[in-house]
């Protein structure tokens, strides 16, 4: 049975997400509302595994408090002083649509650490891969600003402790968060040694965000590759976005470890996307990308949680991949009909991933 690594914490769902009236304007009218960022999604992730007898079968992995030396490698330094006073204080803002309450900060650099500790657990050989489900999230979050939840950039923190920490020379990532990952592709724009992949809906969040001609500068050119998919897409577009654009862009790069961007946002029941994957689709994801891991680098995969807003579905889609990652099943059926996503590929969603596939021969080569 594959040794697969959890990391989970107590403290990640008493981060306090706080609502839009911290940073609407003051004269808004507008009724306070509790940011779509709540931890009932992620607790309930959690629960489920336990009740599906999951958790026990997999090998904890401790989270830790990642060291401000480490948070800089890719913040700035008075941003990181920023979010910690605000959080000593009266909590705040971090930037963009990211407020927080008192105590933030510490359980920001918990989410940061625990997938570290994820990265370390497989490089290390203590586990064959490994699920970090974090929270607050992190790959919105740029150099000095926090946005979308986002505080620090817990998935490219991750990759870039791989690199320093452990001696790992070439890192991919791929975010299947239905949100583009700004910030993981802020960080690595210019640097050839990251393989940065997102696959989301075209032009949700942030909006102008992860064009298909957006595919690195520099040195970094053909390290970006974004993959914005037309809104409704279901299995089909996705599972061809993989076939024609991920897994030879893997192959061509050759990492060493690869890492994912777990957001389970693109189900058919999110209320901050419009895509229509179910649970099983995430699955199918899953298997597709242990299979590359297996092929280019041991296996060595880990997977670190990102977003997911429906409370009610999120979980059924964690622990399918779970469930995937460590060969174990719970025997808990898809209660909310959520079915099969649309088997329909339209035109539009193939010009989509052809697009995104012409930029593959530029990625760059070990």
């Not at 359980?107 to 650490?113: D, S």
């Not at 579905?313 to 099943?329: A, F, H, I, K, N």
């Amino acid at each position: 049975m594959t040794r697969t690594g959890f990391v989970w914490d107590e403290k990640y769902v008493w981060f306090d997400s706080r609502g839009y009236a911290d940073w609407l304007p003051q004269e808004a009218l507008f009724q306070p509302m509790p940011s779509p960022e709540t931890p009932e999604g992620k607790r309930r992730f959690k629960n489920l595994l336990d009740a599906a007898g999951i958790t026990p079968q997999l090998v904890d992995v401790p989270s830790r408090l990642a060291t401000v030396d480490e948070i800089a490698r890719l913040h700035d330094r008075d941003y990181i002083a920023r979010i910690k006073e605000l959080s000593d204080t009266t909590g705040g803002d971090a930037g963009e649509e990211t407020p927080f309450g008192r105590g933030g900060y510490e359980i920001a650099l918990l989410a940061a650490g625990g997938a570290m500790n994820a990265v370390a657990a497989v490089l290390e050989g203590t586990v064959d891969n490994a699920y970090a489900l974090v929270r607050p999230p992190g790959h919105h979050a740029e150099y000095d600003l926090g946005r979308g939840y986002c505080i620090f950039a817990n998935t490219a923190l991750a990759a870039r402790h791989a690199q320093l920490d452990h001696g790992l020379k070439r890192v991919a990532i791929v975010d299947w968060d239905v949100h583009h990952g700004n910030g993981t592709e802020h960080a690595f724009y210019n640097d050839p040694s990251v393989l940065a992949i997102s696959l989301h809906q075209d032009n949700n969040y942030p909006i102008g965000s992860g064009l298909v001609g957006d595919i690195g500068d520099g040195h970094g050119i053909g390290a970006t590759l974004n993959i914005p998919l037309p809104a409704g897409g279901g299995r089909q577009p996705y599972e061809l976005a993989f076939i024609d654009v991920v897994i030879p862009a893997l192959e061509r790069f050759q990492p060493e470890l690869i890492l994912i961007a777990s957001g389970l946002d693109a189900n058919r029941f999110d209320i901050n996307a419009r895509m229509d994957l179910t649970a099983e689709d995430y699955r199918v994801f899953t298997q597709l990308l242990m299979d590359a891991a297996d092929r280019l680098c041991g296996g060595r995969l880990v997977i670190i949680h990102e977003g997911g807003y429906s409370d009610m579905y999120t979980p059924y889609c964690g622990l399918r991949v779970v469930e995937t990652l460590s060969g174990l099943d719970g025997g808990v059926p898809d209660g909310t009909l959520g079915g099969e996503s649309s088997t329909k590929l339209w035109d539009h969603e193939r010009a989509a991933v052809a697009a995104a596939a012409a930029n593959v021969p530029k990625v760059p080569t070990p």
